[in-house]
């Protein structure tokens, strides 16, 4: 990541990232959509949240959503195996890049730090755009009329 990186994401957000970063998703004109945050904070904390949906009209529409019953009516549609297969995915893939010998607190849980249920469309709808099966990230876009087509994924630091 470079500089202007960082202060793109910060302006996106509306503040200073709060943990290392990279972008995994963006737009077609390069703008970032979504962060795959490293597992702990600058400061060394757990971060309870992998995935981040940096694109403020995304952000947006999901807090509608939510405001509407969506994390509810999520719930009540998916697939409980398959969500919980999907929070099982997440956190090994999270855990994965947590270094063997690393002795302090650890980030629990699966999608948004949950380790069950639906917690928050924002942080599904990001894994999902970063390529994840993600069930609720899923229903959250078609709920929107998100195609992951529309979005360029960013395999690698490359």
Known sequence: MHD?????????????PSAPFRVVVRHGDG??????????????????????????ALRDVVSRLEAEGGVRAAAR????????????????????V???AHSGPRPSGGVGGTRRGV???HAHLAWWLAGADDPVGA??????????????VIRDDG
Do not use: S
């Open 4 to 16: 202007g990186e960082h202060d793109q994401v910060a302006r996106l957000l509306g503040r200073a």
């Open 31 to 56: 703008q970032p959509v979504v962060i795959e945050n490293e597992p702990f904070l600058a400061d060394g904390r757990p971060m309870p949240t992998r995935y981040w949906l940096v694109d403020p």
């Open 77 to 96: 549609v998916v697939d409980a195996e398959d969500l919980a297969r999907a929070h099982a995915d997440y956190a090994a893939q999270r855990d994965a």
């Open 98 to 100: 947590i270094p063997p």
């Open 119 to 121: 917690k928050c469309l």
């Open 139 to 152: 229903w959250t876009a078609q709920e929107l009329g998100v195609d992951r087509a529309d979005y360029a």
